[in-house]
């Protein structure tokens, strides 16, 4: 069975740091493996905003975090990361791993619990 399990998140200063992590467990990865970070807020749908190929490692990034934001893993520990440097109020949301065989941007089947990253003035 598969899992994703995030950590990382909490309460930040306006122009301050976090990196959230996500560990997954029971998936054979594969070069067609992805990990994307979305996001959601309450008023609003869930929205891309990094992912990562699992095996060449390729990236992208939603408008609003480019480069401000870094998506990287960890091939041994079966572990990705979302660095998130420069954060504004509007970066307030719930955060959501999630894992797929079909590209970069697209939800896949797998979905962490979310986590919580609230950002203050």
């Known amino acids: 069975q598969v899992h994703l399990v995030e950590s990382g998140g909490g309460l930040v200063q306006a122009g301050g740091s976090l990196r959230l992590s996500c560990v997954v467990s029971?998936?054979?990865?594969?070069?067609?493996?992805?990990i994307n970070w979305f996001r959601q807020t309450p008023a609003a749908d869930r929205e891309f905003v990094a992912g990562i190929s699992w095996t060449s490692g390729a990236v992208a990034y939603g408008e609003d975090v480019q480069g401000r934001f870094a998506i990287t893993r960890d091939i041994s520990k079966n572990t990705a990361f979302l660095e998130m440097n420069q954060l504004k109020l509007e970066d307030t949301a719930a955060y959501y791993c999630?894992?797929?065989?079909?590209?970069?941007?697209?939800?896949?089947?797998?979905w962490g619990q979310g986590i919580q990253v609230t950002v203050s003035s």
């Open positions: 029971g998936h054979t990865f594969s070069r067609y493996s992805t």
């Open positions: 999630n894992l797929g065989m079909t590209g970069i941007g697209v939800r896949g089947a797998y």
